[in-house]
């Protein structure tokens, strides 16, 4: 039987068991950038530096390279980013592609 991790964001299926993936394979790999995109620096208490950086008051264009660094860091996953503006709308993008 493969290792498996519970799947991102926590969910049980319709039998009331907790979703899996298979650890290492794709969906794991992109399940834990997820856990660590969603947890901001100091959020953790038994793991303060934990997650990414908070970027709420970050000046444009955005440093998206403390981002890159925690999720390679805390997801062990190669990845790359990139920011584009939202046509019509205040707000920007980040994309996040893993290796």
Not at 7 to 15: L, Q, T
Not at 25 to 54: K, L, M, Q, T, W
């Amino acid at each position: 039987m493969e290792p498996v991790h519970l799947a991102s964001p926590f969910a049980f299926n319709a039998r009331g068991v907790a979703n899996t993936v298979v650890q290492d394979s794709e969906a794991d790999r992109r399940d834990r950038a997820y856990n660590v995109c969603v947890c901001i620096e100091g959020e953790r208490e038994d793991n303060p530096p934990f997650g990414i950086p908070d970027l709420t008051f970050a000046s444009l264009p955005l440093n998206l390279r403390p981002l890159q660094t925690a999720i390679e860091r805390w997801a062990e996953v190669p990845v790359t980013a990139s920011e584009a503006e939202e046509a019509y709308v205040a707000a920007r993008r980040v994309t996040i592609e893993i290796g």
